[in-house]
């Protein structure tokens, strides 16, 4: 079996369809305090998944999992994700980023399960240097965030090396799109992403786009938009490398070419077929111009490749926003 902490949450939920249709046998583990009980719902529908509520922060929430389920690897998502927020609340971060791992990695040891496949982040390398951005990039993250991020990174190196637990840490760019058939996707409360922000928009709610005045082709922010399934797909291949005795090792996931904000609004513009209400608003504090990824060594060694353009990934997430539980 395989088990996926935060399996409930928008990236976590298509690991686990992508699981269900290949036809393991999954467990999820979330809190539910982000994830949503409709996405386990939807997902108890596509094959043999185990759901179980509880907190990383709770050891025995965790334990009880191992005690009872044969476990052969694990996909960890569970954490929080907001930089803004990761900066006015560190506490909130590091213990739930960081200490719920350590539970989790806990039971990982006590149960003798070796293989892991953790959610990492582009914020490890801070403010770029360069772009796009490889895996040897220095890594100074400028939040709270990106720091719990590259503490369990670390972490993982120490537990490799002192007790043999495997990992593949995935550094996500940005991830974006839905299910092709709209039955699970983005859905954060409240919505700060700017894909869905563009398609919610409405008269009574204009888009507010964060600075036109970045030295980029546009002035707008560039940024790696990945797709979400894509994503899934590079988990399902991380999970056979470690399966085949892979190494400890990181890679970067996204598509190597970078959108404006101003192309993606045209490209949701497009999508929806109408004029979306828009404002320029001041630049939004802790975002860098560009950030896009070198994914050479994700497409090398895990045999990867990113399969779903910009214009697919917008056309899954309006299908999906269609359909979104209020
Ligand atoms: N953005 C925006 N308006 C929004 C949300 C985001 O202009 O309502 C911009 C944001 O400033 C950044 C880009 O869109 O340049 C991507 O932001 P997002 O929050 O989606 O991802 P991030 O890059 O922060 O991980």
Redesign the pocket.
């Known amino acids: 079996m395989i088990l996926v902490t935060g399996g409930a949450g928008y990236i976590g939920s298509h690991l686990v369809s992508a699981l269900l249709e290949r036809g393991e046998d999954v467990i999820v583990f979330d809190s539910l305090e982000l994830g949503h009980m409709e996405t386990v719902e939807t997902l108890k529908e596509l094959g043999n998944l185990k759901f179980v509520q509880g907190n990383l922060k709770n050891l025995d929430d965790i334990r009880g999992v191992f005690l009872v389920n044969k476990i052969n690897a694990v996909v960890h998502f569970a954490a929080y994700s907001q930089?803004g927020e990761s900066v006015i609340n560190p506490q909130k971060y590091y213990y739930n980023n960081v200490y719920g791992t350590l539970n989790l990695l806990n039971a990982m040891l006590e149960f003798g399960v070796k293989k892991i496949v953790f959610s990492s982040t582009?914020?490890v390398y801070g403010e770029p240097k360069y772009t796009p951005i490889d895996e040897n990039h220095p890594q100074n993250p400028i939040n709270p965030y990106g720091n719990s991020k590259l503490m369990v990174e670390r972490i993982l190196d120490d537990y490799d090396r002192a007790y043999g637990l495997k990992s593949v840490r995935l550094r996500y760019f940005?991830a974006c799109g839905a299910d092709s058939k709209a039955r699970i996707g983005e859905w954060h409360n409240p919505e700060?992403?700017?894909?869905p922000?563009?398609l919610k928009a409405d008269s009574a709610k204009t888009?507010?786009?964060?600075?036109d005045d970045y030295d980029t082709k546009d002035g707008?922010?560039v940024?790696d938009y990945i797709n979400v399934e894509d994503l899934a797909s590079a988990h399902i291949k991380a999970l056979e490398y470690l399966n085949n005795g892979g190494q400890t090792d990181y890679f970067n996931l996204g598509t190597n070419e970078g959108n404006s904000?101003k192309e993606?609004f045209a490209v949701c513009e497009a999508v929806k077929g109408e004029k979306i209400p828009v404002e320029i608003?001041p630049?939004?504090a802790g975002?860098p111009a560009i950030?896009v990824a070198e994914n050479k060594k994700a497409k090398e060694v895990l045999c990867w490749k990113p399969c779903k353009d910009l214009n697919t990934s917008v056309k899954s997430a309006y299908e999906w926003e269609k359909v979104i539980p209020q």
Do not use: E, Q, S
């Not at 700060?192 to 894909?195: A, R, S």
């Not at 888009?207 to 600075?211: A, V």
């Open positions: 930089v582009a914020a940005n700060t992403h700017l894909i922000n563009i888009f507010k786009m964060f600075g707008t922010c940024r904000v993606v608003c630049r939004r975002d950030l």
